[in-house]
């Protein structure tokens, strides 16, 4: 993977807050020509700078009104890659992360009412290698990746 330069970098803000910007818009925006906008976006790719694009979709038009997160910690001698092939399995997991601390994973959960919420937490305590669980309402969103 190259280094990125300034113009790189101004690049990639524009296209994390705006993906379907033009090649004009955005070569007007870091005052380069369209054509080496074009270059510098398709070398990114290459390099798997830029790893793909994508819409946001309001999980609400899912049905997915309930967020959560949901802490687990699993049992001594768990089969770790075994647990993260079934959370992949499940749509209601939006993000899941193996993490540091008292837990050994933290997910972010989109679910359908607090009875897909239910749902979920009941299929994680029935799996053998979960410990425990310990789940959190979202309440508001204060600031998410597109605000960058």
Known sequence: MGAIDQFDARILRLLETEGRISWADLSNEVHLSPTA???????????GIIRGYRAE???????????????????????????????????????AAYVTGSSDYSL????????GLDGLVRWLRADPAVARTETRFILRVVRDGADR
Request: net charge negative.
């Open 108 to 115: 972010q959960c989109e679910c359908n009412g607090s009875e």
């Open 57 to 95: 979709v309001d999980p609400a038009a899912y049905g997915r009104t309930t967020r959560a997160v949901i802490e687990v910690g699993l049992i001594a001698g768990a089969h770790a890659e075994e647990f993260e092939h079934r959370l992949r399995t499940r749509d209601e997991i939006a993000f």
């Open 37 to 47: 906008v074009a270059d510098r976006v398709r070398r990114m790719e290459r390099e």
